[in-house]
């Protein structure tokens, strides 16, 4: 950053912390009616009368969970939120508050702090969810964000990893291994423009807009958990899909007792996958949906005898189906193969 551009950028010492949270507390207005004390005393207050309260947290480090070298700031607090949010949609419940808390070292100016919070606001009008509570701290690490989800839900229609039934339905709300092939694109040109690599020659992203947007911004399937509820098909059991679809089914199955059959062919892969594997034969569209991570889809299960009606009236796929649990948790290949489903650390 030049002289003069650091010269127009105001100092968050200029500011002080209570006038700048002041500052970002001004953009967000509350539009749930379960919301009774936003942003402005001591805690958020939440009215939620039957429903059960459901939160989650979601935390974001410099270094560890984004490369501000190529991450733009709004990005940061658009995905943060996004990941809070999901994992509370994955209990089949409605997000209504989120609580944000952030840290920031003195080479951050007030102008990337609203940077941040323009992706925050994005993301609560495209929800709408009330920011309940703003909290910014002195960091001697770099940026970190930490946002938690605040939502209600009724009580029958609460979903749990553990629900899972023999003969179930595994199903998708949309395509895996997008948002992988995105950060891999950007690692990738990031070497390019630092000079890591031997090619000679400017970053390009043309072509690739879909795996970037999928990494940058990620959007919930909100629409299709609401019409599972105003169909009443309640999940059997559900989770966020955030470290992989391996991880996920292993998670679930391992909740719920059970063992899974999964199908190559039905996983549900964007074609610019395949497309940009085949500029690096070290990348595998496979590999990425199942290992990949960063996807916030939804993995569920339902009744088998919702399968008409599911392939009928929904735009979600349907990659396998629940089995007991010594049968363990297979990938069955197109020529009928059957390879046990592994995920780090799982």
């Given at each position: 950053m030049s002289k003069k551009e650091t010269e127009t950028r105001t100092p968050v010492s200029k500011l002080g912390k209570y006038n700048l949270t002041e500052r970002l507390a001004a953009r967000f207005t509350v539009v749930n009616d379960s919301t009774l004390q936003g942003y402005g005393d001591d805690a958020a207050v939440a009215f939620f009368m039957?429903?059960?309260?459901?939160?989650?947290?979601?935390?974001?480090?410099?270094?560890?969970?984004?490369?501000?070298?190529?991450?733009?700031?709004?990005?940061?607090?658009?995905?943060?939120?996004?990941?809070?949010?999901?994992?509370?949609?994955?209990?089949?419940?409605?997000?209504?508050?989120?609580?944000?808390?952030?840290?920031?070292?003195?080479?951050?100016?007030?102008?990337?702090?609203?940077?941040?919070?323009?992706?925050?606001?994005?993301?609560?009008?495209?929800?709408?969810?009330?920011?309940?509570?703003?909290?910014?701290?002195?960091?001697?690490?770099?940026?970190?964000?930490?946002?938690?989800?605040?939502?209600?839900a009724e009580p029958g229609l609460l979903t749990r990893r553990s629900g899972a039934q023999e003969n179930d339905l595994i199903c998708l709300s949309g395509n895996v291994g997008a948002a992988y092939m995105g950060l891999r694109l950007l690692e990738r040109e990031k070497r390019v423009f630092t000079g890591e690599t031997e090619k000679d020659a400017l970053p390009n992203l043309n072509g690739y807009e879909y795996i970037l947007e999928r990494y940058l911004k990620p959007e919930l399937p909100s629409a299709l958990l609401e019409n599972l509820r105003r169909d009443d098909l309640v999940p059997t059991s559900m989770c966020l899909l955030k470290n992989g679809l391996a991880h996920s089914i292993l998670s679930l199955c391992k909740a719920s007792g059970k063992g899974a059959r999964l199908f190559v062919n039905k996983i549900p892969i964007a074609r610019q996958c395949f497309e940009f594997a085949g500029t690096d034969p070290s990348l595998s569209p496979l590999v990425a949906a199942l290992n990949g991570g960063d996807d916030y889809e939804m993995l569920f299960t339902l009744p088998l005898n919702q399968y008409e009606k599911v392939q009928k009236e929904y735009n979600l796929d349907t990659i396998g189906h629940i089995c007991d649990v010594s049968s363990g948790c297979k990938l069955i290949t197109p020529d009928g193969q059957e390879l046990t489903v592994e995920s780090p650390g799982m």
């Open positions: 039957d429903p059960l309260s459901v939160s989650a947290q979601q935390l974001a480090l410099e270094g560890v969970d984004f490369d501000l070298s190529y991450v733009p700031l709004k990005f940061i607090g658009y995905k943060t939120a996004i990941g809070a949010m999901g994992q509370v949609m994955a209990m089949n419940a409605v997000p209504v508050q989120l609580l944000v808390n952030i840290g920031v070292s003195q080479r951050f100016f007030v102008e990337d702090i609203d940077a941040i919070f323009e992706g925050i606001s994005a993301l609560s009008r495209r929800y709408s969810v009330d920011i309940a509570a703003i909290d910014v701290q002195s960091s001697y690490t770099g940026l970190s964000l930490a946002v938690t989800a605040i939502g209600q």
